[in-house]
């Protein structure tokens, strides 16, 4: 009796247990295999139901789309082997949540004597459509111009007997798998691995839809949490996992086979560099730019926010977006913006940069929404108005609303109130109703409301539109026109910066002008959005921004930044007067034993190796509070276009030169390595940032003047920096990454140090 009693209460509270457990699905990419331990060592183990969830895994099946049904919320997540999606030329909205592979296991398996990409023309090749469309596989091949038309494609059998018995020259093969039973077996066999010709990609992403990572942020984050526990228990009890493998997962593997599969995945998810389940943008990004670079993606495609954490980040903003407006902008990408180019405080572009009261505002309102706020540049008021009419542009940072631009733009409440003035030359008298003022010429600019004011308050004064304020200004001072009409700060600025004692204010008008943001109303939910960010700026925020840019009217983006970027390059040359010392790297064990370190087309460090030594040299770091380290970041200008000039023949002639030139001109100590495509990275130890500045320019000359006996010219773009105590490798590297982007916004061919 106590035992049936017992019986039914452990039942009773399963039952209860699992009625409050969300209820999860994650959808794999393949059969069980020890490439899925950690979800099923979290569902073993207890971790996802610890999490409050109920994880239901799916095996692969014949057919299955991994993507769509993840997509169509078919199943909750997925796992895909690659951080981008592609299908026809766009790309698909999936969000990564976590990437457990660094580096993907997928290669090209051939027979001896094919050893390289070029000797695959006229061979028969095994691989997936999938892999054929958007895998590191279709980069090498499209690199090396092996297409249908020279050489043969089969299926894949997801089986080694056609190419044991010779049916085919080569097929696609994880590390992890298929090179086991060839070893086993004694078929001799040759590698092409795309991270040795620069294409890197990482694989087990797991991932899920737009809309699962915005309505559950807190669940999508358990999961996370919940999996890379279960990898963490993988890693240490592999033999355990081995087992539950075989006996409750069925799978048809030998225990030797799996322990085999597990030391390659543990390499390949290089815990010592990152940390398991660690996202990698940047990784990312370039992918994202060969992609672009071999036309699998077209190129008005936007990557956008693509990871999780972003996702979850923005979500603890103060604004409180509803679901459908965190889809919006995570849809959107980017949002494009117009200004007033001439406006200033308000807003004017300078350098192509929006400054300005409006500008700091924007960029108040782009870290609350998490996504880009993008200036699209323009000339004059006037056109930025026919951009915003042609949807050409989402919003208007700073305007007023009228019955013209009412027809095309909704409105936010208005962020600035100003009264509107006249400036006349010195010599006039103050007037206190311009009304009177019926046979002078008045000067507005084209577009503004103010304009479009005046013109229906006082139809009988001799409105002159003109293009910007500095040409209004301009026909005061020259005699043309009796007045200009702007609001108080603007005239203000510019009569104490260009027309001091010349002009003034000789009116006040009774009217105001009043400012808001403006967007596009064939999409209201973004005029949502900003009335919500609107409502949150406050007077003491506001002041800040006044007192910012009403009280440093003469210094602020009036300078010739040219001319300072020269002053600074000719003052910091001056000051670079030391030496770099040699110093001798010590031995570092090579991380994956079956991945060569050498990139086979320039003969430089590959990928792989230059991430290990990336990862020893930010250690001496760390541990050393004087041990310098800096980085130089190469990328090739206009490479594409010689690819498409010359052919890919030529363009891979072109790194093998560059890559001779780099050994020659560095040190023996320097590690100089492939990073992807035609980009490189150059390691410089016990080297300042000052004297790598040196270094680049002495590299960037030697470029610029080696005769390639081409056409066209061979420059190099170079961001510089230095890594940092307390970060991450990769936060390192983004911030010098950022100074190549600088590098080559700013013409190419140049040094930039961040």
């Not at 106590?2 to 019986?7: E, G, Q, Y």
């Amino acid at each position: 009796m106590i035992r049936v009693f017992l019986f039914l209460l452990i039942s009773i509270t399963s039952v209860l247990e699992g009625s409050t457990l969300e209820k999860v699905s994650v959808q794999l990419d393949w059969k069980y295999q020890f490439e899925y331990a950690g979800y099923i060592a979290a569902k073993e183990k207890g971790y996802y139901r610890d999490a409050g969830l109920d994880v239901e895994l799916r095996e692969y099946r014949e057919g299955t789309d991994v993507v769509t049904d993840v997509l169509n919320r078919k199943s909750n997540y997925g796992i895909y082997n690659s951080s981008i999606v592609v299908d026809n030329g766009k790309i698909k909205p999936i969000i990564v949540m976590a990437t457990y592979l660094q580096h993907s296991p997928l290669v090209l398996i051939t027979r001896k004597g094919i050893d390289n990409p070029a000797a695959l023309v006229g061979k028969t090749i095994m691989v997936t459509q999938n892999e054929l469309k958007h895998s590191s596989l279709s980069l090498l091949l499209s690199h090396f111009d092996i297409t249908s038309r020279n050489a043969r494609f089969v299926d894949q059998t997801f089986s080694i007997d056609p190419f044991v018995r010779g049916e085919v020259d080569a097929m696609s093969a994880y590390r992890s798998n298929q090179l086991y039973f060839l070893d086993k077996m004694q078929i001799p066999y040759e590698i092409i691995d795309p991270v040795e010709y620069g294409f890197i990609m990482n694989a087990g992403n797991l991932f899920t839809s737009q809309k699962e990572a915005i309505e559950y942020p807190q669940r999508t984050q358990k999961f996370i949490d919940a999996t890379n526990r279960g990898w963490e228990y993988a890693m240490q009890h592999p033999g355990e996992m081995i087992d539950i493998l075989i006996q409750k997962y069925h799978v048809p593997k030998s225990s030797e086979a799996l322990a085999y599969e597990s030391k390659v995945i543990q390499k390949l998810m290089m815990t010592d560099l990152y940390t398991i389940g660690e996202t990698n943008e940047e990784l990312t990004t370039r992918l994202y730019k060969q992609l672009i670079r071999a036309g699998i993606i077209r190129e008005d495609q936007q990557l956008g926010h693509f990871l999780f954490r972003d996702i979850a980040a923005a979500s603890t903003n103060s604004i409180q977006l509803t679901a459908n407006e965190k889809l919006y902008l995570l849809q959107k990408k980017k949002l494009l913006m117009c200004t007033d180019p001439e406006w200033y405080p308000f807003e004017a572009i300078r350098n192509g940069q929006h400054i300005g009261i409006a500008g700091d505002v924007i960029k108040i309102f782009e870290q609350k929404i998490g996504i880009s706020i993008t200036l699209v540049k323009t000339t004059s008021w006037d056109e930025s108005l026919r951009l915003a009419k042609n949807r050409q542009c989402d919003i208007l940072s700073l305007a007023s609303a009228t019955p013209s631009r009412l027809k095309y733009m909704n409105f936010s409440t208005p962020y600035i109130t100003l009264p509107i003035v006249m400036a006349t030359t010195m010599d006039k008298p103050f007037t206190g109703d311009i009304a009177t003022l019926t046979h002078q010429k008045l000067g507005a600019v084209k577009g503004y409301a103010i304009t479009e004011k005046l013109k229906t308050l006082y139809p009988e004064l001799e409105i002159v539109e003109v293009k910007t304020i500095t040409e209004g200004l301009r026909k005061v001072e020259n005699g043309e026109i009796y007045g200009y009409i702007d609001n108080l700060i603007v005239i203000s600025a510019y009569i104490q910066k260009e027309y001091t004692g010349v002009l003034k204010v000789s009116s006040r008008l009774d009217d105001k002008v009043e400012l808001a943001i403006a967007t596009r109303n064939d999409e209201p939910v973004l005029g949502d959005i900003f009335q919500k960010l609107v409502n949150q700026l406050d007077d003491s925020m506001m002041q800040k921004i006044y007192n910012r840019w009403t009280s440093t009217i003469e210094q602020v983006a009036w300078i010739d930044q040219k001319v300072a970027w020269k002053i600074f390059a000719v003052v910091l040359l001056g000051i670079l007067a030391f030496m770099w010392r040699y110093y001798i790297l010590k031995r570092y064990n090579v991380k994956l034993l079956e991945l060569s370190v050498t990139d086979k087309l320039t003969g430089l460090y590959n990928r792989q190796k230059t991430d290990e030594k990336l990862g020893e040299e930010q250690r001496k770091v760390d541990r050393y509070p004087d041990y310098l380290c800096s980085i130089m970041l190469i990328d090739v200008d206009y490479f594409k276009s010689v690819n498409d000039r010359y052919g890919h023949q030529t363009g891979d002639t072109v790194l093998r030169l560059l890559a001779h030139i780099f050994k020659t001109a560095l040190r023996e100590t320097d590690v100089i390595g492939r990073w992807g495509g035609e980009e490189f990275i150059v390691i410089l130890s016990h080297t300042s940032s000052e004297q790598a500045s040196i270094v680049a320019e002495n590299l960037r000359q030697t470029v610029e003047t080696y005769p390639f006996d081409l056409d066209q010219p061979i420059t190099i773009s170079v961001g510089i920096g230095r890594l940092k105590q307390s970060q991450s490798v990769h936060e390192n590297i983004a911030y010098i990454d950022e100074a190549l982007y600088e590098a080559k916004k700013s013409g190419r061919n140049r040094v930039c140090t961040g």
